[in-house]
């Protein structure tokens, strides 16, 4: 804080200096947490101490009871939270975030014309195996279009998760 604050506060008497004239900034700075109200007219802690979060952006501890946002709190939570809004902005004009509902419904298409391959294919492939094989091509017709659609009924129980 700037000397011209920190005489203003001396003279209001919200901190006190030593007999010498100096200041105990610690003691100073609990004076200051103590008796300072933002406009709203909450009490506003100082910050005791930061620690980093795992994105990278500040936490700040204010020595508060657990259970009850100070100002400080509120105000740092909100830049943190201004912080990753612009993040996120910023990788979505350049192309690093996709629309989930899009990406949901291009994988459903993709599934959809995989099985309709796979449900022609025994049409499509019997009739050369059968003959190959010498056996006949109906028969081979319906038990290679039984183990596909069995083979389809047991990837279709895959449930994909997207969080």
Same mark, same amino acid.
């Given at each position: #804080? ?15 200096? /030593?007999?010498? +004239? ?20 909450? =009490?506003? $802690? ?13 936490? @700040? ?12 709190? $509120?105000?740092?939570?909100?830049? @943190? ?13 350049? +192309? ?5 509902? =899009?990406? #949901? ?11 309709? $391959? ?9 009739? #050369?195996?059968?003959? /190959? ?6 028969? #081979? ?14 990837? +279709? /129980? ?6």
């Amino acid at each position: #804080m700037s000397d011209t604050a920190v005489r203003k506060a001396i003279a209001a008497g919200r901190i006190t200096a /030593e007999t010498d +004239g100096t200041i105990n900034a610690a003691r100073a700075d609990a004076e200051w947490a103590a008796s300072t109200r933002p406009p709203d007219g909450t =009490q506003l $802690a100082r910050p005791s101490r930061a620690r980093s979060s795992d994105d990278g952006a500040a936490m @700040v501890s204010t020595g508060a009871p657990s259970g009850s946002n100070t100002y400080a709190q $509120a105000r740092t939570a909100n830049e @943190v939270l201004k912080a990753q809004h612009h993040k996120l902005r910023i990788a979505q004009l350049k +192309g690093e975030l996709i629309d989930r509902s =899009q990406v #949901m419904e291009q994988i459903f298409a993709l599934a959809r014309t995989e099985r309709d $391959a796979w449900l022609n294919w025994p049409a499509r492939i019997s009739s #050369m195996l059968a003959a /190959e094989l010498g056996i006949d091509p109906h028969t #081979m017709h319906v038990a290679l279009e039984r183990e596909v659609r069995q083979h389809l009924s047991e990837l +279709g /129980e895959f449930s994909a998760r997207l969080e």
